[in-house]
């Protein structure tokens, strides 16, 4: 057998320039192919076929030639292969096991590459016969769940997911990949759920099988009932769910730290330098150089594990070391099959680690923290679909959060401080990692950081409309939370007021170009809300009485923005149109606002006028504002403190679809059998047999 | 009066015997108090106890042997001749002082009443050890019979307390004595005599052969019978045989105890017995049915108990192997607390101190307070689990260590921490079934049901009600995908409680939703309620990274209950309790321990002296000669703290906190202030506690002071540098909160100190006595030099008169007052530790 082998090593390396020779393996693919049932002239047809080193380029692309009726002809062999590679997968003989899972990988390949076209059932027929495709899937599922749960081969285990990524991902719609409903019936979420809990299996596997998982709840999820999501939904085995946690954790650690690192290097450079000082307009070619794949499959999966399951919120808060500054390079992940196999990377084994490490420099994490991270970079820059894409799940995500009564409660822990360094995007306006030594505070301090940074900078042409509306939502139901449980956070209001003032003076200045793509009215009626939540229930969740009073300054010293959103929505309410009725709920929601500044800009001009100031100090606007609370009445609004939550059918569905295809798209880019090499295989069993 | 009465007389044994309240008669003024409050529910339960029971027999048939074993019985008439003999050479010194004090404590019928009464259990087997010195029993017996059994009566005597069996065992150098002595230990109550277990556990390390033996049965009988107590013992044997030299350390009879007990062989005897006993099962005793009928409805058994059961049972196994595809088997639960009745505990108490290690090696209190949350998240993975915190007075099951609320505390180059540690409790946490883990995000749907409008429902009523509610395990509700506490649902029931100065608004804006009009508000009212709220939570102090335990200590401990109950999953149970304790790790507690025992000794005889003084005992977890544990002092923040949070003068922070002068509550504090500080102005000067700056007092809610750390007591003084020779630490800034040294309330300071000097004289022998034992083969600083017991003794001034007594107290207030030392130290705290 090894003669065999070498002389199709010798053979293909030379295949790329000439046609190449037959090799035996070919010579029985030919016979499959042919008619004639194999096992006629040999009867050892297929146990010698897997032994063989399988051809995937000429399976898959002999699949790919075949026309109608030459399918119909060799419809009984391809069944027949089939059932063999399945039956192998029970062999003791590991490389018939290895040759089988790739011979079963191009057949679901190339069958489907052939028939984009055809429907689910004629792929089905073609490939294991309608009347057996129940047993023979039923059969393939309970092998391949057994080699991922057993004590087997790692780089087995590696090839059955990666079998599973192929199977889900060969359709660019994962809903019409109709032999996923076998998945379904029998279902491997156990065996994912297994790789995940286990602490040695989850490193080396933990990746696939999360995005495996990830794709799978997404096979037909607003159509039937998808065993997968409800498995999911209730999975509360804490090392499991933790285990996925730092699966995701890690993915996104490391892509922070990619980002970080290319971004130490663009700063050493004159370029460089130059750029960020042309400012923000030019931002965008120097990030393309920045720029580091984004990971929309394992945010699909945090954003299923979030919204799915509700005890995985625990694991958001479960502390990690931060891995950030680990100098070890971590495992391009995506690209799992050029790391030796049977290796772990050695950043894994840190992440792994039940006890945390002694190492006084690290910082413990959370996941949390690193998603905000990641978002934090991921916004920056929205203008490219997948960073856009990217950047609205990350949002979804917070939303989310941000509904969750147990994560509100340790955002807001006063005892869970961190230091969370977000990525701000360099502008001309303002210094630069200004805030090194940002102190430590509770997480929810980020979060609106985080919204505050979003909106100071997207006031763009591109205007990104939803990831606005998004943002304010998040942060209306924190403010909600804190209103609820009177919970009083340190922050500096005033920053976010004035991103949001700022926000409405961009929506005014605008209202043209935005109002033919856009209803700028909701969005205003938001912001406008937001005040309202600050103005009319601030003595709930205010810090500090003086920090009432900023409000109130701000809102004084900003007025003319006030001013001009209510003749302009006045303006669009009394004329008749699409935009009436959402004009005029601007109207009344800017009462309270409008009462402040008619009730103190006259109180200040004459304090300014008794005084002979022509302009009065902070201090002094302060003063009259504290002296003249007494004679405002203020207008009760009803709902302020109630909003909408977030469902994902019908309105985000879309979304999600289209996401998932993009997803299926690069993964299954990325799932490459072929490059897994046989003498790594081919070494690892030997010693083993 | 120690050189008045140094024989008891027979007569007046047996007088005493016969009526304790007459002898009170004939001794001093003491004992015209004879009911004090420590003693006052003990009388009415056991003679209860004992005389319902068959083995209520006189006190030394109780070392009567087990069945089978008849050769080993103790003769009780051995005994009795044996303790015959040796009467006449014991000096009775030290005897009328506890016959006089003990006769005031009708504790003593319980010498009939041994502790197995209670569980209504056979007497306790003695094993082979008692072989030995019964022989030597026997070969007396014969010499002594002319002897009067003055000293045995004694012995038999109600007035014969676990305070004269110590001092017996440790002076006696009759090993007939002992031998009696150490049986006559199954006749104290538990409690008593755990008390002594240092005292015991000492001896038995470093004294002879003889007290070893005779103290060993009990020892380990008392181990067979409790986890709990089989390592409490193993961890004192481990400290305090670690000052022995490493060679013999190793062959010790402290250290074969000691690996004996880990070895867990000591099972419950009883067991077997116990398992045939229809009543209460092993594993699920009835009272606690309620409980776990709690649990039970709030989560569906048959879903979670596997995993739970396996993690409990495997404490130190990784959490990794916790999960296994198909459901394990769940009889696992019954038959897991035999092989591993020591290893949960163990293995948690181990991770504390891992915890502790790691986070010393960490630089800045951030990162350590950073860290201490993240282990401690992992620790809750394992939990609940069959641990215990031994510092608590009730039986529990630690379930949940809510950890975002441990803080780091102040030390230098350690890392002390104190952790708050939920626990349910039970009725014993060796048979009672470990409680089922409830997963973190469940508080949601408890907390709704925690903030009814009623809070003063019952427990019952409240389990009703619970179970009422939807049960989350329930499959096709759990999953669905719109989550559960709609917010506009809650909404209503949240307003209505959620404190008592809500907002008269907020309810506004809920009946607003009804009504079509308009409603208007004042923004001036706005402004006001956010003041006035701000103004009427109770004042905390800032958030300070350096100092992050200050803002956790002040807390109100009510208030941190009630919070911690609110966002705990376990909360709504009706059993639920909050503990906390200060984990210590690379700090000997042994001497804490000691201080608590004198703290605690000097406690009692003040009670029973009815001395006013206040001093608070903190509980010592001593696990070895570096580790161990301490009970915190609740709603406690140490006046170095106070100081440079407030930056007020002391007298102005009692303003702030409790009203201005003449108020009740300024004068109550006041008072508290002034008990206290007497109380442990004493205790400095007899302990010679040094090392006395501002962060080693704490100041508690009510106003009275607590000293902490006793790391500088009797001969050690922090680096010797001869500062605090002040008898103790009383600062100007003390004095003007007891009003300044023309007020009432000084001389009534000063009046506290003489009677609680003069109380504390009259029963000295068992302060020593406390003191003496363990300086038995200890290396400790506050045993250095070969005078400390006796410079002890000089303390108590027993030559002086009362009029001397005073005016000795009125120098010794003075000195410290003018003692510039005091005030130095003060200063160069400030200097090297930034202690205010």
Same mark, same amino acid.
């Given at each position: 057998?090894?003669?065999?082998?070498?002389?199709?090593?010798?053979?293909?390396?030379?295949?790329?320039?000439?046609?190449?020779?037959?090799?035996?393996?070919?010579?029985?693919?030919?016979?499959?192919?042919?008619?004639?049932?194999?096992?006629?002239?040999?009867?050892?047809?297929?146990?010698?076929?897997?032994?063989?080193?399988?051809?995937?380029?000429?399976?898959?692309?002999?699949?790919?030639?075949?026309?109608?009726?030459?399918?119909?002809?060799?419809?009984?062999?391809?069944?027949?292969?089939?059932?063999?590679?399945?039956?192998?997968?029970?062999?003791?003989?590991?490389?018939?096991?290895?040759?089988?899972?790739?011979?079963?990988?191009?057949?679901?390949?190339?069958?489907?590459?052939?028939?984009?076209?055809?429907?689910?059932?004629?792929?089905?027929?073609?490939?294991?016969?309608?009347?057996?495709?129940?047993?023979?899937?039923?059969?393939?599922?309970?092998?391949?769940?057994?080699?991922?749960?057993?004590?087997?081969?790692?780089?087995?285990?590696?090839?059955?997911?990666? $079998? %599973?990524?192929? =199977? !889900?991902?060969?359709?660019?719609?994962? &809903?019409? *990949?109709?032999?996923?409903?076998?998945?379904? +019936?029998?279902?491997?979420?156990?065996?994912?759920?297994?790789?995940?809990?286990?602490?040695?299996?989850?490193?080396?596997?933990?990746?696939?099988?999360?995005? $495996? %998982?990830?794709? =799978? !709840?997404?096979?037909?999820?607003?159509? &039937?009932? *998808?065993?997968?999501?409800?498995?999911?939904? +209730?999975?509360?085995?804490?090392?499991?769910?933790?285990?996925?946690?730092?699966?995701?954790?890690?993915?996104?650690?490391?892509?922070?730290?990619?980002?970080?690192?290319?971004?130490?290097?663009?700063?050493?450079?004159?370029?460089?330098?130059?750029?960020?000082?042309?400012?923000?307009?030019? +931002?965008?070619?120097?990030?393309?150089?920045?720029?580091?794949?984004?990971?929309?499959?394992?945010?699909?999966?945090?954003?299923?594990?979030?919204?799915?399951?509700?005890?995985?919120?625990?694991?958001?808060?479960?502390?990690?070391?931060?891995?950030?500054?680990?100098?070890?390079?971590?495992?391009?992940?995506?690209?799992?099959?050029?790391?030796?196999?049977?290796?772990?990377?050695?950043?894994?084994?840190?992440?792994?680690?039940?006890?945390?490490?002694?190492?006084?420099?690290?910082?413990?994490?959370?996941?949390?923290?690193?998603?905000?991270?990641?978002?934090?970079?991921?916004?920056?820059?929205?203008?490219?679909?997948?960073?856009?894409?990217?950047?609205?799940?990350?949002?979804?995500?917070?939303?989310?959060?941000?509904?969750?009564?147990?994560?509100?409660?340790?955002?807001?822990?006063?005892?869970?401080?961190?230091?969370?360094?977000?990525?701000?995007?360099?502008?001309?306006?303002?210094?630069?990692?200004?805030?090194?030594?940002?102190?430590?505070?509770?997480?929810?301090?980020?979060?609106?950081?985080?919204?505050?940074?979003?909106?100071?900078?997207?006031?763009?042409?591109?205007?990104?409309?939803?990831?606005?509306?998004?943002?304010?939502?998040?942060?209306?139901?924190?403010?909600?939370?804190?209103?609820?449980?009177?919970?009083?956070?340190?922050?500096?209001?005033?920053?976010?007021?004035?991103?949001?003032?700022?926000?409405?003076?961009?929506?005014?200045?605008?209202?043209?170009?935005?109002?033919?793509?856009?209803?700028?009215?909701?969005?205003?009626?938001?912001?406008?809300?937001?005040?309202?939540?600050?103005?009319?229930?601030?003595?709930?969740?205010?810090?500090?009485?003086?920090?009432?009073?900023?409000?109130?300054?701000?809102?004084?010293?900003?007025?003319?923005?006030?001013?001009?959103?209510?003749?302009?929505?006045?303006?669009?309410?009394?004329?008749?149109?699409?935009?009436?009725?959402?004009?005029?709920?601007?109207?009344?929601?800017?009462?309270?606002?409008?009462?402040?500044?008619?009730?103190?800009?006259?109180?200040?001009?004459?304090?300014?006028?008794?005084?002979?100031?022509?302009?009065?100090?902070?201090?002094?606007?302060?003063?009259?504002?504290?002296?003249?609370?007494?004679?405002?009445?203020?207008?009760?609004?009803?709902?302020?403190?109630?909003?909408?939550?977030?469902?994902?059918?019908?309105?985000?569905?879309?979304?999600?679809?289209?996401?998932?295809?993009?997803?299926?798209?690069?993964?299954?880019?990325?799932?490459?059998?072929?490059?897994?090499?046989?003498?790594?295989?081919?070494?690892?069993?030997?010693?083993?047999? | 009066?120690?050189?008045?009465?140094?024989?008891?007389?027979?007569?007046?044994?047996?007088?005493?015997?016969?009526?304790?309240?007459?002898?009170?008669?004939?001794?001093?003024?003491?004992?015209?108090?004879?009911?004090?409050?420590?003693?006052?529910?003990?009388?009415?339960?056991?003679?209860?106890?004992?005389?319902?029971?068959?083995?209520?027999?006189?006190?030394?048939?109780?070392?009567?042997?087990?069945?089978?074993?008849?050769?080993?019985?103790?003769?009780?008439?051995?005994?009795?001749?044996?303790?015959?003999?040796?009467?006449?050479?014991?000096?009775?010194?030290?005897?009328?002082?506890?016959?006089?004090?003990?006769?005031?404590?009708?504790?003593?019928?319980?010498?009939?009443?041994?502790?197995?009464?209670?569980?209504?259990?056979?007497?306790?087997?003695?094993?082979?050890?008692?072989?030995?010195?019964?022989?030597?029993?026997?070969?007396?017996?014969?010499?002594?019979?002319?002897?009067?059994?003055?000293?045995?009566?004694?012995?038999?005597?109600?007035?014969?307390?676990?305070?004269?069996?110590?001092?017996?065992?440790?002076?006696?150098?009759?090993?007939?004595?002992?031998?009696?002595?150490?049986?006559?230990?199954?006749?104290?109550?538990?409690?008593?005599?755990?008390?002594?277990?240092?005292?015991?556990?000492?001896?038995?390390?470093?004294?002879?052969?003889?007290?070893?033996?005779?103290?060993?049965?009990?020892?380990?009988?008392?181990?067979?019978?409790?986890?709990?107590?089989?390592?409490?013992?193993?961890?004192?044997?481990?400290?305090?045989?670690?000052?022995?030299?490493?060679?013999?350390?190793?062959?010790?009879?402290?250290?074969?105890?000691?690996?004996?007990?880990?070895?867990?062989?000591?099972?419950?005897?009883?067991?077997?017995?116990?398992?045939?006993?229809?009543?209460?099962?092993?594993?699920?005793?009835?009272?606690?049915?309620?409980?776990?009928?709690?649990?039970?409805?709030?989560?569906?058994?048959?879903?979670?108990?596997?995993?739970?059961?396996?993690?409990?049972?495997?404490?130190?196994?990784?959490?990794?192997?916790?999960?296994?595809?198909?459901?394990?088997?769940?009889?696992?639960?019954?038959?897991?607390?035999?092989?591993?009745?020591?290893?949960?505990?163990?293995?948690?108490?181990?991770?504390?101190?891992?915890?502790?290690?790691?986070?010393?090696?960490?630089?800045?209190?951030?990162?350590?307070?950073?860290?201490?949350?993240?282990?401690?998240?992992?620790?809750?993975?394992?939990?609940?689990?069959?641990?215990?915190?031994?510092?608590?007075?009730?039986?529990?099951?630690?379930?949940?260590?809510?950890?975002?609320?441990?803080?780091?505390?102040?030390?230098?180059?350690?890392?002390?921490?104190?952790?708050?540690?939920?626990?349910?409790?039970?009725?014993?946490?060796?048979?009672?079934?470990?409680?089922?883990?409830?997963?973190?995000?469940?508080?949601?749907?408890?907390?709704?049901?925690?903030?009814?409008?009623?809070?003063?429902?019952?427990?019952?009523?409240?389990?009703?009600?619970?179970?009422?509610?939807?049960?989350?395990?329930?499959?096709?509700?759990?999953?669905?995908?719109?989550?559960?506490?709609?917010?506009?649902?809650?909404?209503?029931?949240?307003?209505?409680?959620?404190?008592?100065?809500?907002?008269?608004?907020?309810?506004?804006?809920?009946?607003?939703?009804?009504?079509?009009?308009?409603?208007?508000?004042?923004?001036?009212?706005?402004?006001?309620?956010?003041?006035?709220?701000?103004?009427?939570?109770?004042?905390?102090?800032?958030?300070?990274?350096?100092?992050?335990?200050?803002?956790?200590?002040?807390?109100?401990?009510?208030?941190?209950?009630?919070?911690?109950?609110?966002?705990?999953?376990?909360?709504?149970?009706?059993?639920?309790?909050?503990?906390?304790?200060?984990?210590?790790?690379?700090?000997?507690?042994?001497?804490?321990?000691?201080?608590?025992?004198?703290?605690?000794?000097?406690?009692?005889?003040?009670?029973?002296?009815?001395?006013?003084?206040?001093?608070?005992?903190?509980?010592?977890?001593?696990?070895?000669?570096?580790?161990?544990?301490?009970?915190?002092?609740?709603?406690?923040?140490?006046?170095?703290?106070?100081?440079?949070?407030?930056?007020?003068?002391?007298?102005?922070?009692?303003?702030?906190?409790?009203?201005?002068?003449?108020?009740?509550?300024?004068?109550?504090?006041?008072?508290?202030?002034?008990?206290?500080?007497?109380?442990?102005?004493?205790?400095?000067?007899?302990?010679?506690?040094?090392?006395?700056?501002?962060?080693?007092?704490?100041?508690?809610?009510?106003?009275?002071?607590?000293?902490?750390?006793?790391?500088?007591?009797?001969?050690?003084?922090?680096?010797?540098?001869?500062?605090?020779?002040?008898?103790?630490?009383?600062?100007?800034?003390?004095?003007?909160?007891?009003?300044?040294?023309?007020?009432?309330?000084?001389?009534?300071?000063?009046?506290?100190?003489?009677?609680?000097?003069?109380?504390?004289?009259?029963?000295?022998?068992?302060?020593?006595?406390?003191?003496?034992?363990?300086?038995?083969?200890?290396?400790?600083?506050?045993?250095?030099?070969?005078?400390?017991?006796?410079?002890?003794?000089?303390?108590?001034?027993?030559?002086?008169?009362?009029?001397?007594?005073?005016?000795?107290?009125?120098?010794?207030?003075?000195?410290?007052?003018?003692?510039?030392?005091?005030?130095?130290?003060?200063?160069?705290?400030?200097?090297?530790?930034?202690?205010?």
């Amino acid at each position: 057998m090894s003669q065999t082998e070498k002389r199709a090593g010798l053979l293909r390396r030379t295949s790329s320039s000439k046609k190449p020779l037959k090799e035996k393996v070919v010579l029985m693919y030919e016979d499959i192919f042919a008619k004639e049932e194999p096992t006629k002239s040999n009867p050892r047809f297929w146990d010698e076929l897997f032994l063989m080193k399988v051809n995937l380029e000429y399976l898959e692309g002999k699949l790919e030639s075949l026309d109608g009726d030459e399918v119909l002809r060799v419809k009984d062999n391809i069944n027949s292969l089939f059932q063999h590679c399945v039956q192998a997968l029970a062999e003791e003989h590991q490389i018939k096991v290895v040759n089988a899972l790739q011979t079963l990988c191009a057949l679901f390949r190339g069958v489907h590459q052939k028939n984009r076209s055809a429907t689910g059932f004629d792929i089905i027929n073609m490939l294991m016969g309608f009347d057996k495709a129940e047993l023979r899937m039923k059969e393939l599922m309970e092998s391949l769940d057994a080699l991922l749960c057993g004590d087997g081969s790692q780089s087995l285990k590696s090839l059955c997911l990666k $079998l %599973l990524l192929c =199977l !889900v991902t060969v359709t660019d719609n994962i &809903s019409q *990949n109709t032999i996923l409903e076998y998945v379904m +019936i029998n279902s491997i979420f156990e065996a994912i759920l297994q790789i995940l809990s286990d602490v040695s299996s989850r490193a080396q596997h933990g990746y696939d099988a999360v995005v $495996l %998982l990830a794709l =799978l !709840v997404n096979y037909r999820k607003y159509e &039937s009932v *998808n065993p997968y999501i409800v498995k999911l939904s +209730i999975v509360d085995d804490e090392p499991t769910l933790d285990g996925m946690g730092r699966v995701i954790h890690h993915a996104l650690a490391e892509y922070n730290r990619q980002y970080k690192e290319k971004e130490e290097e663009n700063q050493g450079g004159f370029f460089s330098t130059l750029t960020s000082m042309v400012g923000s307009m030019f +931002i965008a070619d120097a990030d393309e150089k920045l720029s580091v794949q984004t990971n929309e499959a394992i945010l699909l999966a945090l954003y299923e594990a979030v919204h799915l399951n509700r005890n995985f919120i625990t694991v958001l808060a479960q502390s990690h070391p931060e891995i950030d500054i680990a100098t070890t390079p971590a495992v391009p992940v995506p690209a799992s099959p050029l790391t030796p196999l049977g290796t772990t990377p050695p950043s894994l084994d840190m992440m792994n680690n039940p006890e945390l490490p002694l190492d006084p420099n690290l910082q413990t994490s959370n996941l949390l923290i690193t998603f905000l991270k990641y978002s934090s970079i991921v916004m920056q820059d929205t203008k490219d679909e997948h960073r856009l894409n990217s950047a609205r799940l990350c949002l979804i995500i917070l939303t989310c959060i941000a509904e969750d009564q147990y994560a509100d409660a340790f955002l807001h822990d006063d005892n869970m401080n961190f230091r969370v360094n977000l990525h701000r995007m360099p502008m001309r306006h303002r210094k630069k990692a200004a805030d090194k030594s940002n102190p430590s505070r509770p997480l929810v301090c980020a979060v609106l950081d985080l919204m505050v940074e979003f909106i100071v900078t997207h006031m763009m042409k591109e205007f990104p409309m939803d990831l606005y509306v998004r943002c304010v939502q998040i942060i209306h139901k924190l403010i909600c939370y804190q209103k609820k449980c009177r919970v009083r956070m340190h922050y500096t209001w005033r920053e976010l007021w004035s991103a949001l003032i700022n926000l409405l003076k961009f929506l005014l200045s605008n209202e043209t170009i935005l109002l033919s793509k856009h209803n700028i009215f909701q969005l205003a009626l938001q912001v406008v809300n937001l005040f309202n939540m600050f103005i009319t229930y601030g003595d709930t969740f205010l810090p500090t009485p003086s920090s009432y009073d900023e409000l109130y300054y701000e809102i004084i010293r900003m007025h003319q923005v006030f001013d001009n959103l209510y003749c302009m929505v006045l303006r669009v309410s009394t004329n008749a149109g699409q935009w009436k009725e959402p004009a005029s709920k601007v109207t009344h929601a800017l009462v309270n606002v409008r009462a402040i500044i008619n009730h103190f800009n006259p109180k200040i001009e004459s304090y300014a006028a008794v005084n002979h100031i022509s302009q009065l100090s902070e201090d002094q606007v302060l003063e009259v504002v504290r002296t003249n609370y007494d004679t405002l009445t203020l207008k009760l609004q009803d709902g302020l403190d109630q909003f909408e939550r977030y469902s994902e059918q019908p309105r985000e569905a879309g979304f999600f679809k289209e996401l998932v295809r993009s997803i299926s798209l690069n993964v299954r880019k990325n799932v490459s059998l072929s490059t897994m090499s046989q003498d790594v295989l081919l070494k690892e069993f030997s010693s083993i047999s | 009066m120690g050189d008045t009465e140094l024989e008891i007389s027979p007569a007046q044994l047996e007088e005493l015997q016969k009526s304790p309240s007459a002898s009170s008669t004939s001794t001093t003024s003491s004992l015209s108090l004879p009911s004090s409050p420590s003693s006052g529910p003990r009388p009415s339960s056991s003679p209860s106890t004992s005389e319902g029971l068959p083995t209520s027999s006189p006190p030394l048939d109780v070392i009567s042997e087990g069945v089978g074993e008849p050769i080993l019985v103790i003769d009780t008439e051995v005994a009795k001749k044996a303790c015959q003999e040796v009467l006449q050479k014991v000096k009775f010194l030290k005897a009328d002082g506890e016959v006089s004090s003990a006769s005031s404590e009708p504790v003593l019928v319980n010498g009939t009443s041994h502790p197995e009464s209670t569980n209504g259990r056979k007497p306790p087997k003695i094993s082979e050890e008692e072989a030995e010195p019964l022989k030597n029993v026997r070969c007396r017996q014969k010499n002594n019979s002319s002897k009067q059994s003055l000293l045995l009566r004694l012995f038999e005597s109600k007035l014969f307390d676990i305070s004269m069996a110590i001092s017996y065992l440790y002076n006696s150098k009759e090993p007939g004595v002992q031998a009696y002595i150490g049986n006559r230990l199954f006749s104290f109550r538990n409690e008593d005599v755990d008390f002594y277990l240092p005292q015991l556990l000492n001896m038995y390390i470093h004294m002879d052969e003889d007290v070893g033996d005779a103290i060993k049965p009990y020892v380990v009988h008392r181990c067979r019978q409790s986890i709990s107590f089989s390592l409490q013992c193993a961890w004192l044997l481990g400290a305090y045989s670690s000052d022995m030299h490493i060679s013999t350390q190793r062959h010790s009879r402290g250290t074969k105890l000691r690996k004996l007990i880990l070895s867990d062989e000591l099972k419950p005897s009883s067991q077997r017995i116990r398992r045939e006993m229809p009543q209460p099962p092993p594993s699920c005793p009835p009272p606690l049915h309620h409980c776990q009928g709690m649990s039970g409805h709030s989560l569906s058994p048959s879903k979670r108990t596997h995993q739970r059961s396996k993690s409990d049972a495997t404490l130190s196994i990784s959490l990794s192997s916790n999960l296994k595809r198909t459901a394990s088997n769940p009889k696992v639960e019954a038959c897991q607390d035999e092989p591993v009745r020591l290893t949960p505990q163990r293995e948690f108490i181990k991770s504390l101190m891992g915890i502790g290690k790691r986070l010393a090696t960490l630089p800045t209190k951030e990162q350590k307070t950073q860290r201490l949350i993240s282990e401690l998240s992992l620790l809750n993975h394992k939990l609940p689990a069959r641990v215990w915190l031994s510092t608590a007075a009730f039986d529990h099951h630690v379930v949940r260590v809510p950890h975002t609320q441990a803080v780091v505390l102040n030390s230098k180059d350690k890392a002390p921490y104190l952790i708050y540690v939920e626990v349910l409790e039970c009725e014993n946490f060796e048979t009672s079934s470990v409680p089922v883990r409830i997963p973190e995000t469940r508080i949601r749907s408890t907390r709704s049901v925690e903030n009814l409008p009623d809070c003063g429902i019952t427990p019952d009523q409240r389990a009703s009600s619970f179970s009422t509610v939807p049960n989350y395990d329930n499959d096709d509700e759990a999953w669905s995908v719109d989550d559960i506490g709609e917010l506009q649902v809650e909404f209503p029931e949240i307003h209505t409680n959620s404190c008592d100065n809500i907002s008269q608004f907020s309810v506004d804006s809920i009946t607003s939703q009804e009504s079509k009009e308009p409603i208007f508000i004042a923004a001036g009212d706005i402004r006001r309620r956010l003041s006035e709220q701000l103004a009427h939570t109770p004042t905390t102090f800032k958030r300070d990274p350096e100092d992050p335990s200050a803002v956790a200590l002040k807390e109100p401990w009510e208030e941190k209950v009630r919070r911690i109950r609110e966002g705990s999953p376990y909360g709504h149970l009706p059993y639920w309790r909050l503990l906390s304790v200060i984990v210590k790790c690379g700090d000997d507690l042994r001497q804490e321990l000691l201080a608590y025992q004198v703290l605690k000794q000097l406690q009692i005889i003040w009670e029973q002296e009815r001395v006013p003084l206040w001093i608070k005992p903190y509980k010592i977890l001593v696990i070895s000669s570096d580790s161990g544990m301490i009970e915190p002092v609740v709603n406690a923040v140490s006046i170095h703290q106070v100081k440079k949070q407030s930056q007020l003068s002391l007298l102005d922070y009692f303003r702030q906190e409790h009203g201005d002068f003449n108020t009740e509550e300024f004068l109550t504090a006041q008072r508290n202030f002034v008990q206290s500080c007497a109380g442990y102005c004493l205790i400095c000067y007899l302990l010679q506690v040094k090392d006395r700056h501002n962060g080693n007092i704490l100041l508690d809610s009510e106003g009275h002071i607590i000293h902490i750390d006793f790391g500088f007591i009797l001969s050690s003084s922090p680096r010797n540098l001869g500062f605090e020779t002040s008898a103790f630490k009383l600062t100007s800034e003390f004095v003007d909160v007891m009003g300044g040294l023309d007020g009432d309330m000084f001389n009534y300071y000063k009046m506290l100190m003489l009677q609680g000097l003069i109380a504390a004289r009259k029963h000295m022998e068992k302060v020593i006595q406390i003191v003496e034992i363990m300086h038995q083969g200890s290396q400790l600083p506050c045993f250095h030099g070969s005078s400390t017991i006796r410079n002890l003794k000089e303390r108590f001034h027993m030559n002086l008169t009362e009029e001397q007594l005073q005016v000795l107290v009125e120098q010794m207030v003075d000195g410290s007052m003018r003692s510039i030392t005091t005030k130095l130290y003060d200063g160069f705290q400030y200097l090297t530790n930034g202690i205010m």
